[in-house]
């Protein structure tokens, strides 16, 4: 006999009895509720009938989340990302089986009730009663369907989701009201549709498109009879009926669910027995979700590409309002990636630098004159093992990269050059260049100078570099002291503006400190897409564009697409059209005749370039370019504790690593493959008059501007904070060989680790 709540009074079943007979509406609290022989049913304040008409009627449905697909610019996949695998369907594009198969076992009456089964609701009583344990429940597929909208609503907040999934009479009675609403107005097949879109059938796997995937690899529409049956009975414990952890359960359940489908009509008796007796046929599919699945190596752009999604604007006004719509997902994002450009960047890498290497190497290619992004790659793949890394040696750290980026050496006195040029100096410009120097007691900056108050000393790499020069041949050789005389003569501030025109800025996105080392010589940590990105703009005839990664972003919400804004590049006039002209041949003899000979493309390709190693042989690079790609390769420690003298990189032993012999042929590699069956564009032209006194000395042509190849100092080269050097990720400064004071102010910066040196 079925016990009274306590208190006395009628049992559960005669008191939902009299409760059912008030009012359908009334009765229909109590719904779903699988309540025990032994418990009260005491109805508080948000149990009443009054209560229940004072709740809203309006259930806000959240959009589905669903997975986001990453392509590349020829359409071509590089990863899935997603906060839950799902993909909406149309019920038409559900096999029928599957949809007979739900209702079967999870709601059989779901076409003959409304939103509350009262029939349902007493059996479930009687037969909890007779067992004195809940043994079945009595929710209509709408019940079922409106709680997994609050669990869909709540997201990862696990505060939210306990509050969604909550056995309480106010939350069911909440839940009852709001699926009144929602047979009203979607209808039988819509909530059957919403219903199998929104469930999580376990694996990771949210809605029956995605469940259809994982565990047969094929599409929801596709799914036969026994299929189907495994599918719908893995709902009511996606753990307990896991068939990739438990065949012997799960099939037990699957069989559950033909036998109650040939109960109800669905199926025949004989088709549901030779169901029974076949194997589960799984066929799963692993999850593949986010960068670290990206093809062609395209995890580090892949999650740049996120980043920029997280961090830009256009995308909402918040970081908060940015993530939501990221993880609400469902969108299709189309990339600027070039895969023919990738696989070229990524081949090479692996070619001349390998995962277990002590140093790595980083490349990116853009477009000049639309600043696209058609290549990030590097030798450390991206992921969370042994020589794996999740940072993008190619980016700034706001978009995911190191914390300062990477001293540049040599590479930066393009600017250098550019900047004189564009304040009157010709491309015949003369200085001693002596092969020591004192440096300059003072340096004009843009608000005060910068005072050299020590006995500070300049060297070049080699004592046979002795001046004059004029610029051609100071660049082809990347003579240090010419350099720091051209600051010297025009000031730090012209240098200052080229650089911000060009976007330069330090890793960590700071502007370039005003110090000698700094202007000149690249001390300053920089990151390969800056270089690259900036070098383009020479390519470009002058013009710079800011670096873009996406070119359009669908975002679906259930049936329904629309396109969203998306970040676009902006070009703008850095320097003149005579001024780039003029860099473009100067750096066409460094590949020809310079320190970048191994890094010329040859086959009849306009190409130019700059070579650059600095203090201690921590950073090499090479930062290159044809009219229509720019590229920058970067080789070194991402700790900046690893000196590439007697190492080998690549299986290759260098007694000396610089940016001529490591990085150049990386740049060469990438650039020949990315531009193969493209167009050969040509520079303009311009003239540039030989030096009047042609020079006559010995000069290694194979070698890089380190020259010697010793380490000698080449004098103020470090940016370490406080004076101190202290280098990006812990690695130290890196002080020269040569013993001597430092005077005092000549280092600054956020501790970025080794000077530029060439």
Same mark, same amino acid.
């Given at each position: 006999?079925?016990?009274?709540?306590?208190?006395?009074?009628?049992?559960?079943?005669?008191?939902?009895?009299?409760?059912? #007979?008030?009012?359908?509406?009334?009765?229909?609290?109590?719904?779903?509720?699988?309540?025990?022989?032994?418990?009260?049913?005491?109805?508080?304040?948000?149990?009443?009938?009054?209560?229940?008409?004072?709740?809203?009627?309006?259930?806000?449905?959240?959009?589905?989340?669903?997975?986001?697909?990453?392509?590349?610019?020829?359409?071509?996949?590089?990863?899935?990302?997603?906060?839950?695998?799902?993909?909406?369907?149309?019920?038409?594009?559900?096999?029928?089986?599957?949809?007979?198969?739900?209702?079967?076992?999870?709601?059989?009456?779901?076409?003959?009730?409304?939103?509350?089964?009262? @029939?349902?609701?007493?059996?479930?009583?009687?037969?909890?009663?007779?067992?004195?344990?809940?043994?079945?429940?009595?929710?209509?597929?709408?019940?079922?369907?409106?709680?997994?909208?609050?669990?869909?609503?709540?997201? %990862?907040?696990?505060?939210?989701?306990?509050?969604?999934?909550?056995?309480?009479?106010?939350?069911?009675?909440?839940?009852?009201?709001?699926?009144?609403?929602?047979?009203?107005?979607?209808?039988? @097949?819509?909530?059957?549709?919403?219903?199998?879109?929104?469930?999580?059938?376990?694996?990771?796997?949210?809605?029956?498109?995605?469940?259809?995937?994982?565990?047969?690899?094929?599409?929801?529409?596709?799914?036969?009879?026994?299929?189907?049956?495994?599918?719908?009975?893995?709902?009511?414990?996606?753990?307990?009926? %896991?068939?990739?952890?438990?065949?012997?359960?799960?099939?037990?359940?699957?069989?559950?669910?033909? @036998?109650?489908?040939?109960?109800?009509?669905?199926?025949? =008796?004989?088709?549901?027995?030779?169901?029974?007796?076949?194997?589960?046929?799984?066929?799963?599919?692993?999850?593949?979700?986010?960068?670290?699945?990206?093809?062609?190596?395209?995890?580090?752009?892949?999650?740049?590409?996120?980043?920029?999604?997280?961090?830009?604007?256009?995308?909402?006004?918040?970081?908060?309002?940015?993530?939501?719509?990221?993880?609400?997902?469902?969108?299709?994002?189309?990339?600027?990636?070039?895969?023919?450009?990738?696989?070229?960047?990524?081949? /090479?890498?692996?070619?001349?630098?390998?995962?277990?290497?002590?140093?790595?190497?980083? /490349?990116?290619?853009?477009?000049?004159?639309? #600043?696209?992004?058609?290549?990030?790659?590097?030798?450390?793949?991206?992921?969370?093992?042994?020589?794996?890394?999740?940072?993008?040696?190619?980016?700034?750290?706001?978009?995911?990269?190191?914390?300062? #980026?990477?001293?540049?050496?040599?590479?930066?006195?393009?600017?250098?050059?550019?900047?004189?040029?564009?304040?009157?100096?010709?491309?015949?410009?003369?200085?001693?260049?002596?092969?020591?120097?004192?440096?300059?007691?003072?340096?004009?900056?843009?608000?005060?100078?910068?005072?050299?108050?020590?006995?500070?000393?300049?060297?070049?790499?080699?004592?046979?570099?002795?001046?004059?020069?004029?610029?051609?041949?100071?660049?082809?050789?990347?003579?240090?002291?010419?350099?720091?005389?051209?600051?010297?003569?025009?000031?730090?501030?012209?240098?200052?503006?080229?650089?911000?025109?060009?976007?330069?800025?330090?890793?960590?996105?700071?502007?370039?400190?005003?110090?000698?080392?700094?202007?000149?010589?690249?001390?300053?940590?920089?990151?390969?897409?800056?270089?690259?990105?900036?070098?383009?703009?020479?390519?470009?005839?002058?013009?710079?564009?800011?670096?873009?990664?996406?070119?359009?972003?669908?975002?679906?919400?259930?049936?329904?697409?629309?396109?969203?804004?998306?970040?676009?590049?902006?070009?703008?006039?850095?320097?003149?059209?005579?001024?780039?002209?003029?860099?473009?041949?100067?750096?066409?003899?460094?590949?020809? /005749?310079?320190?970048?000979?191994?890094?010329?493309?040859?086959?009849?390709?306009?190409?130019?370039?700059?070579?650059?190693?600095?203090?201690?042989?921590?950073?090499?690079?090479?930062?290159?370019?044809?009219?229509?790609?720019?590229?920058?390769?970067?080789?070194?420690?991402?700790?900046?504790?690893?000196?590439?003298?007697?190492?080998?990189?690549?299986?290759?032993?260098?007694?000396?690593?610089?940016?001529?012999?490591?990085?150049? =042929?990386?740049?060469?590699?990438?650039?020949?493959?990315?531009?193969?069956?493209?167009?050969?564009?040509?520079?303009?032209?311009?003239?540039?008059?030989?030096?009047?006194?042609?020079?006559?000395?010995?000069?290694?042509?194979?070698?890089?501007?380190?020259?010697?190849?010793?380490?000698?100092?080449?004098?103020?080269?470090?940016?370490?904070?406080?004076?101190?050097?202290?280098?990006?990720?812990?690695?130290?400064? #890196?002080?020269?060989?040569?013993?001597?004071?430092?005077?005092?102010?000549?280092?600054?910066? =956020?501790?970025?680790?080794?000077?530029?040196?060439?």
């Amino acid at each position: 006999m079925p016990k009274k709540r306590s208190g006395g009074g009628l049992s559960s079943t005669q008191q939902a009895a009299k409760f059912l #007979g008030v009012s359908v509406l009334a009765g229909a609290v109590l719904a779903g509720i699988a309540l025990p022989a032994v418990g009260a049913l005491g109805l508080a304040a948000k149990g009443s009938v009054e209560s229940f008409d004072e709740l809203p009627a309006a259930l806000k449905t959240p959009p589905l989340s669903q997975r986001t697909t990453i392509l590349d610019a020829d359409g071509g996949l590089i990863a899935t990302v997603y906060s839950r695998d799902r993909t909406v369907v149309e019920l038409k594009d559900i096999s029928p089986y599957m949809q007979k198969a739900i209702v079967a076992i999870e709601d059989s009456r779901f076409y003959e009730h409304g939103a509350v089964d009262l @029939k349902g609701v007493l059996r479930a009583l009687n037969k909890n009663a007779r067992s004195g344990e809940v043994s079945e429940g009595a929710s209509t597929l709408t019940q079922q369907y409106v709680k997994n909208v609050f669990v869909e609503e709540a997201g %990862d907040d696990p505060t939210k989701v306990a509050q969604a999934t909550q056995q309480t009479i106010g939350r069911k009675i909440q839940e009852l009201k709001y699926a009144i609403q929602v047979e009203e107005e979607l209808g039988k @097949k819509k909530i059957l549709e919403n219903y199998l879109n929104i469930t999580f059938f376990g694996q990771q796997a949210y809605g029956v498109e995605a469940a259809s995937q994982r565990y047969f690899s094929k599409p929801a529409k596709d799914l036969n009879l026994q299929e189907a049956a495994l599918l719908a009975g893995i709902v009511q414990s996606p753990s307990r009926y %896991d068939p990739v952890n438990d065949e012997a359960e799960a099939k037990k359940r699957r069989n559950i669910v033909l @036998k109650r489908m040939a109960e109800v009509g669905d199926v025949s =008796p004989e088709d549901a027995a030779k169901a029974m007796r076949s194997p589960l046929g799984l066929k799963v599919s692993e999850p593949k979700n986010g960068c670290i699945t990206a093809a062609k190596g395209a995890g580090f752009f892949c999650k740049y590409v996120e980043k920029v999604f997280l961090n830009d604007p256009v995308f909402g006004k918040t970081r908060e309002e940015r993530a939501k719509i990221w993880n609400q997902g469902g969108l299709t994002i189309r990339t600027t990636l070039d895969p023919q450009a990738q696989e070229s960047v990524q081949e /090479s890498l692996k070619n001349h630098v390998y995962e277990s290497d002590k140093v790595a190497a980083a /490349s990116t290619l853009v477009e000049p004159g639309t #600043g696209k992004i058609v290549a990030m790659g590097q030798s450390k793949p991206y992921g969370y093992g042994k020589n794996q890394t999740e940072i993008n040696f190619s980016v700034d750290f706001a978009w995911g990269g190191s914390n300062f #980026g990477f001293p540049t050496g040599s590479t930066f006195k393009p600017f250098v050059a550019a900047a004189a040029l564009e304040e009157g100096r010709p491309p015949t410009q003369e200085y001693s260049a002596p092969y020591e120097m004192p440096y300059p007691d003072t340096v004009r900056g843009c608000e005060k100078p910068w005072v050299n108050d020590g006995d500070y000393k300049l060297e070049n790499e080699n004592e046979t570099e002795v001046g004059p020069y004029a610029l051609k041949e100071a660049m082809a050789k990347s003579v240090n002291t010419y350099f720091v005389q051209m600051i010297e003569d025009i000031g730090m501030c012209p240098v200052v503006t080229m650089t911000d025109k060009l976007g330069v800025v330090q890793g960590n996105g700071d502007k370039i400190p005003e110090v000698p080392s700094s202007m000149t010589l690249g001390s300053t940590g920089l990151s390969p897409l800056t270089m690259a990105s900036a070098y383009a703009a020479f390519a470009s005839r002058g013009m710079y564009c800011t670096p873009v990664a996406i070119e359009s972003i669908t975002q679906k919400t259930g049936n329904q697409s629309q396109s969203l804004p998306v970040p676009k590049s902006t070009c703008s006039r850095a320097m003149s059209e005579k001024t780039a002209d003029t860099v473009n041949e100067l750096l066409r003899g460094v590949i020809d /005749s310079g320190t970048g000979q191994q890094a010329g493309l040859g086959d009849g390709r306009a190409n130019a370039g700059k070579t650059g190693t600095t203090d201690e042989r921590r950073n090499a690079w090479f930062v290159g370019y044809t009219p229509n790609m720019s590229g920058a390769v970067w080789v070194g420690s991402p700790s900046q504790k690893v000196k590439m003298k007697n190492i080998t990189i690549g299986g290759q032993p260098h007694d000396l690593v610089f940016g001529g012999a490591v990085p150049g =042929p990386i740049w060469r590699d990438a650039m020949s493959g990315a531009l193969e069956g493209k167009d050969a564009p040509g520079f303009n032209r311009v003239h540039i008059p030989d030096a009047k006194k042609p020079k006559d000395r010995d000069r290694d042509r194979g070698r890089d501007d380190d020259g010697k190849g010793d380490d000698g100092f080449i004098g103020g080269l470090i940016s370490g904070g406080n004076g101190n050097g202290n280098g990006n990720g812990g690695g130290n400064g #890196g002080q020269p060989d040569p013993t001597f004071s430092i005077p005092e102010g000549f280092i600054q910066g =956020p501790g970025n680790g080794p000077g530029g040196r060439d």
